[in-house]
């Protein structure tokens, strides 16, 4: 189903008065997870005056070690529907467990598959029964054929509305945290139908190396990116390194607004 050759329309999913897959390139910004209710609503606010058009933050976190901060997890999807409240920004955000697709149908606008559960194929089936937009994420060690797979699993269900994430694989290099594959946006458009978007700071690790990336990114065709920004990077309870501030973002978004209508 997100074969290009039976389907040659691009797919343009509407959130809000948003389309992503469109001929502007959709922003998503926020931290990487919600801290508290002042967190989420300045940054909300300042993202969304600088330009970005959807509210990213975690509520479920799937961390590597089970002792680092796990997410607010209910309590942060109800602050995150208080920063909508405060912006009009509709809301992404990962869930991790099918036994949440209640909770989550009705505080979040798209579901965020993590790259950690781009495989969880009974998750994917179960989203897959909503019509809710689903925004995957590339695994970290997952080939393009594989994530078209994944999306299927969420098509086959019925739900066609998904959105490819590239955020970085690993590979041998170690300096940046994965490594970008520029090549994953036009083998994924021509392959497939579906918006194409990519996440610089998951590949990156590093905030100075967003901005480059997120450049790229739209070079390359992408049709939105996915940017984590905190209001104080340095104490950040979650991937303060490669957060951007309010300055920093601010600088991506007029370079960005450079090459391409960003909305
Ligand atoms: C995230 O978006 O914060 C995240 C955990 O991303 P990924 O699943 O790509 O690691
Ligand atoms: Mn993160």
Known sequence: KANKK???ENTVIKVGNMEIGGPNVVVMAGPCSVESREQIIDIARNVNDEGASIL???????????????????DGLELLNLAKDETGM?????????????MFLDSVDIFQIG?????NFELLKEVGKTNKPVLLKRG???????????????????????????????????YTRNTLDISAIPALKKLSHLPVIVDPSHAAGMNWMVEPLSMAAVAAGADGLIIEVHN???NALCDGAQSLTYGEFKETMRKLKMIANTV
């Open 140 to 174: 970290f060690s997952n080939t393009l054929e594989e994530l078209l797979m994944s999306a299927e699993y969420i098509m086959s269900e019925g739900n066609e509305d998904v959105i490819l994430c590239e955020r970085g694989i690993r590979s041998f290099e170690t």
């Open 115 to 119: 790259a950690r559960n781009m495989q």
């Open 232 to 234: 104080d990077p340095a």
């Open 56 to 74: 990213r933050g975690g509520a479920w976190k799937p961390r590597t070690s089970p002792y680092s901060f796990q997410g607010l997890k209910a």
């Open 90 to 102: 509709p809301i992404v955000s990962e869930i991790t467990n099918a036994a949440h697709i209640e």
């Open 6 to 8: 039976l389907h040659p």
